[in-house]
């Protein structure tokens, strides 16, 4: 039950003002002993032409309900105090109800296409593409809570200049055998050995810009070279995705709108906005802003020709309701430019278009460059994060049945809580000692605590019936109130993109949980054991709903 809703019906029974201002003037008093909710007179003081404290102490007079242990005017407030034991039963109620449901909302429908991950083929996922593909993921999964239809987008960097570079170092230096052994870093290791050999001899840029011409032009050698690097690439970023269980709807990439540039440089053109510059095509944003690069002076097509197709494509294939790109906040002025060049070209529904950016991951508090080395690579990371989540397991509960299974969850849960933990905007300094920690605030935390709800359950082993759920210890209300938060926290999360407010809601259930089962005798028989434990299962089934969304599993023991 929704006790605030309660409340805008009972105010709105006694003044005249629709529901949705009501619901808006509500607020929380900053006293817990005041109430729950306080509905101020100021608003209608202005109207009536009365004093507020008159008018509030007007409507307490008329206002009665058995929700509410008081409704009382204090001063130009009027306060409504829940009844701890309604609150505490109704929630369990509806939880128990609706199961992982609970939460579930109507707030828009439709198609979201999310551009997510989305790394470049030939070079090592980088951090910056972790965070895009977590963030993505988690934002998935919410929009989805909420009514929407997500669909998740690689736009992989499959396409440009740097596969000539590639094609050209590859023929120099490399080999098949050692791509087929360890393909990324190879062939990272050619494309970074072309710009040390390139810095002494400038003619081999020459050759790198003439083996991408040869692809684009569609020269065969130069086409099976190019669609194998990219083949083995992918598959060794589908065994990332494959341990953070993240999946796709479309793996169309950058190369995928080859053809469909043209009649966007053409569109452009007719509606005369392409001007030329220096030799290149853009179009003119202003006299503040630099102009989008549409053509370079040989006629290539850029990263922004790419994504005005990709754009205009996406709106024609999903009939958008609103499109996401999940990218660094280093892109922004790309973004920018994008919506704009598109709103010029009489589209409206680029308005729909968001970019979600995100802070920098830095290493030692420099910045990570894929380009100089400095990479910190990802599966790496991940195999180091699960083998400690073994140790622990081996120490903890040696015994345990699926023990692999949920050393994968626990490890790879904490870096992917890690990244998720902090609202996405803040930059963070990566340090591995940090992501596979285990208590504190961290995903294995949430992770205990409802394996801990789990395991009372077990031992309980009793069928929970939904006949009287009342509790009225402060510890119970505590986590009652939390639980009846979680639908206001989808909420609030889906309409921000913000993945940290599950995450943080998450640690705050946990937390509360925790003190409950340090001062509450769950397991005592008495005639609210049935209550005590319908509680535990609740919190269960809200923590592991909230690490659903996060997409960190739930393991049931560990
Ligand atoms: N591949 C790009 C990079 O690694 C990210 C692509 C973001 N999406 C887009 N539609 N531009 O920086």
Excluded at 420 to 441: I, Q
Aim: proline content about 3%; charged content about 30%; cysteine-free.
């Amino acid at each position: 039950m929704d006790f605030k809703q309660k409340v805008v019906d009972l105010v709105s029974e006694q003044v005249d003002l629709p529901k949705e201002k009501i619901s808006m003037l509500i607020e929380r008093p900053k006293n817990a002993k005041m109430g729950d909710y306080a509905f101020p007179a100021f608003a209608l003081a202005k109207i009536e032409h009365k004093n507020p404290a008159l008018i509030a102490k007007d409507i307490a007079e008329k206002i009665s309900d058995d929700n509410f242990t008081s409704i009382q005017a204090v001063g130009p407030y009027v306060n409504f105090a829940i009844d701890h034991a309604k609150l505490v039963n109704a929630t369990l109620n509806d939880v128990l109800t609706e199961k992982d449901h609970f939460g579930d909302q109507k707030l828009g429908e439709g198609n979201v296409p999310i551009d997510m991950s989305s790394p470049n083929i030939a070079k090592p996922m980088s951090m910056g593409h972790l965070r895009s593909t977590v963030i993505g993921n988690s934002i998935a999964k919410t929009l989805e809570k909420v009514g929407y239809t997500p669909i998740k987008i690689n736009y992989l960097g499959d396409y440009g200049t740097q596969f000539g570079k590639l094609i050209t170092a590859y023929r120099l230096w490399g080999n098949e055998e050692d791509v087929k052994k360890d393909p990324i870093n190879n062939l990272f290791h050619y494309y970074v050995k072309f710009h040390e050999e390139a810095e002494k001899d400038p003619k081999l840029e020459d050759e790198g810009r003439a083996a991408f011409k040869k692809l684009e032009n569609g020269d065969e050698e130069e086409i099976k070279l190019w669609k194998w690097f990219r083949e083995v690439s992918l598959q060794e970023f589908n065994r990332i995705y494959k341990e953070l269980g993240v999946t796709f709807d479309s793996y169309n990439g950058e190369a995928f709108f080859n053809d469909k540039m043209q009649p966007v440089v053409d569109e452009l053109k007719e509606k005369g906005l392409l001007e030329e510059s220096r030799g290149a095509q853009v179009v003119n944003l202003g006299e503040d802003e630099n102009p989008a690069l549409i053509l370079k002076s040989d006629g290539s097509s850029l990263y922004m020709t790419r994504d005005l197709a990709a754009a205009l494509y996406r709106k024609k294939e999903y009939d958008f309701v609103m499109s996401l790109y999940v990218a660094g906040g280093e892109q922004t002025g790309h973004f920018k430019q994008l919506k704009q060049v598109l709103k010029k070209m009489g589209y409206d529904w680029s308005d729909n278009i968001h970019h979600i950016p995100f802070g920098l991951i830095t290493q030692g508090g420099k910045k990570l460059s894929t380009r100089k080395g400095n990479v910190v690579f990802l599966d790496q990371v991940l195999k180091d994060a699960v083998s400690l989540a073994e140790q622990q397991i081996e120490e903890k509960n040696p015994n345990l049945s699926n023990k692999e299974q949920v050393a994968h969850d626990v490890g790879v849960g904490a870096v992917v809580f890690h990244d998720l933990k902090n609202d996405r905007m803040d930059n963070f300094d990566f340090d591995l000692e940090e992501v596979v920690r285990f208590e504190g605030d961290t995903g294995p935390y949430v992770q205990y605590t409802n394996a801990r709800a789990q395991s009372i359950l077990r031992k309980a082993n009793k069928k929970i019936s939904m006949d009287n759920l009342s509790l009225n210890d402060d510890w119970s209300f505590a986590v009652a109130k939390a639980l009846a938060d979680f639908p206001a926290i989808v909420e609030k999360a889906s309409e921000k993109f913000e993945p940290s407010i599950i995450a943080k809601y998450a640690l705050d259930l946990s937390k509360k949980f925790n003190k409950y089962y340090a001062n509450v005798r769950i397991l005592d028989e008495d005639d609210q054991l049935n209550a005590r434990l319908a509680l535990v299962r609740a919190t269960s089934i809200v923590l592991t709903e909230a690490l659903r969304l996060l997409g960190v599993n739930a393991p049931k023991e560990m």
